[in-house]
């Protein structure tokens, strides 16, 4: 299981997950749900493919939730969740740990991947090979597969999230979302290029808790099931 009471801040701080949230800033724990069957196999798996948890999803949810509950107690407020089915068996398997029904929010759901949905990668580099290429170059501008870019995926993710921080100062809230709307919070948390967002450990059953404070946003804490 990972540990998630003490992490690295970007800035070489030590924050303790646990501590006391300032009644003027808000914490949101972004995880990505667990494996499904379209991970385990590498394919492209977005709003277009409703894919359920496999066996490990289920064990990797179960090892999440027991982390938050260890490194958060009873201090989550609520649960909110894509409504893909993926993210909401996910969000209901920590539900039921911490307590809480899970909530769902469309705007945590994933990108689509237009006609590379359910393709490999090696499928879509043979098929489109000049079509990928242009999308990792550019990923915050292309629309990978005639589908969503991240600039798309902008417009909907981060006015719900500015919304749930201010509908929950004071409070921590977990959000149960995907591969692409967490490396693209990363990514402006983080001011990082998503060129970078491989490095950014955004894998089945990661999670990193988020910081809204009047002076901006920041990365307090992360974990994942191990």
């Known amino acids: 299981m990972g540990a998630a009471s003490r992490a690295v801040l970007p800035r070489g701080g ?9 009644p003027d800033e808000a914490r949101i724990v972004l995880v990505r749900h667990g494996q499904t069957e379209y991970n385990r196999e590498g394919r492209w ?9 496999n066996d490990a999803g289920r064990a990797e949810a179960a090892r999440v939730a027991e982390a938050l509950a260890q490194a958060f107690g009873g201090r989550v407020a609520a649960v909110y969740t894509s409504d893909l089915a993926r993210a909401r068996e996910t969000a209901d398997i920590i539900g039921a740990r911490l307590g809480l029904a899970a909530i ?3 705007a945590l759901r994933e990108l689509s991947h237009g006609r590379w949905e359910g393709l490999t990668h090696v499928e879509v580099e043979e098929r489109w090979p000049e079509e990928l290429a242009e999308y990792e170059a550019r990923p915050y501008l292309v629309r990978r597969g005639g589908g969503d870019s991240y600039q798309d995926l902008e417009k909907r993710l981060w006015p719900a999230l500015e919304r749930l921080a201010a509908a929950h100062r004071g409070e921590r809230i977990v959000c149960v979302s995907h591969g692409g709307p967490i490396r ?28 809204r404070s009047p002076a901006g946003w920041r990365l307090e804490s992360s974990g994942k099931a191990g």
């Open 104 to 106: 769902d929010e469309p």
């Open 45 to 53: 798996q977005g709003v277009g493919s409703d894919v359920p948890l």
């Open 184 to 211: 693209l919070a990363l990514s402006k948390v983080l001011d990082r290029p998503l060129t970078d967002r491989d490095a950014f450990g955004v894998v089945n059953g990661s999670w990193f808790e988020i910081a």
């Open 14 to 22: 030590v924050v303790t997950a646990a501590a006391a949230i300032s």
